[in-house]
């Protein structure tokens, strides 16, 4: 199973730059690179996190695809 993310997108509409996102969820930057990247998938806590910190759902910032 793939996954995508929107985490770039959510971060564009709330105005925070990957650092500062980086600081709130407790992770460094390189983190939510990779993140958005699709090269690292969140444990259910950070996706909780990410999707508090950038006003949304984990349901909306990330997709779940069958391979």
Known sequence: MAMMTKIKEYRAKE???????ANKVGV?????????????????KLAHDIAIALNTTI???FIFIDD
Not at 28 to 44: A, C, D, F, M, Q
């Open 15 to 21: 105005n925070i730059t990957q650092d500062a996102l």
């Open 28 to 44: 460094r930057r390189e983190t939510i690179v990779h993140l958005e990247n699709g090269k690292y998938n969140p444990s259910l």
């Open 59 to 61: 349901d909306e910032l």
